[in-house]
């Protein structure tokens, strides 16, 4: 078990401290820590599983340092988050899924993957992933397209031109044709 004083805490544990001041810092912290405990009290009024990592992703938290689990259950343990996620529970936020994102089928899919790994299923695992990288675009996709053209549309020239090209022989071989006796 990882301990929470063994982490990194100077910068909140997010890595950021390097790259804003610490005023914006903790604002930022504190958009994030708001938006971690809507999702995540959304989440698992859903019943989604993994309502907490999906909720770290949603609002931006992560640390390449340690496993979204890991970074999921110290954004759970902090006192002020916990705070925030009672206020979301007490506000009756509308639980419901209106909307439906690229963002939102890429998280779920990431949720299935690390599902499927930890019950150590390749096949759903990969499948996800294939999936994914479909959905940012990254696999190739075959499409074929079909145009059709009636006469009516064209002028006579332009009809007379496709004519002439169709009426040309295509893909013909020049050969000599001879009589071959066994």
């Not at 993994?50 to 340690?66: D, H, M, Q, S």
């Not at 299923?121 to 996800?128: D, L, P, R």
């Not at 006469?151 to 071959?180: E, F, S, W, Y």
Request: charged residues 30%; contains cysteine; glycine residues 4%.
């Amino acid at each position: 078990m990882i301990m929470w004083d063994d982490m990194d805490m100077e910068d909140g544990g997010f890595g950021l401290g390097s790259l804003i001041g610490d005023g914006a810092e903790i604002a930022m912290r504190e958009d994030r820590d708001l938006v971690f405990a809507r999702e995540y009290v959304r989440l698992r009024a859903l019943k989604s599983k993994n309502p907490a990592e999906l909720a770290c992703v949603r609002a931006g938290i992560t640390n390449p340092e340690y496993h979204i689990k890991v970074v999921a259950e110290r954004q759970l343990a902090r006192p002020e988050v916990q705070r925030l996620v009672t206020e979301a529970e007490s506000s009756g936020l509308l639980i419901e899924r209106t909307e439906y994102t690229r963002d939102l089928f890429l998280d779920e899919l990431q949720a299935v993957h690390e599902r499927a790994l930890d019950a150590r299923n390749f096949t759903s695992a990969i499948s996800a992933v294939k999936t994914q990288a479909q959905l940012l675009g990254f696999m190739d996709q075959t499409v074929n397209i079909n145009h059709t053209v009636t006469a009516k549309d064209l002028d006579l020239a332009t009809l007379r031109a496709m004519v002439a090209d169709r009426a040309k022989p295509v893909n013909v071989i020049d050969a000599i044709a001879m009589d071959v006796e066994n």
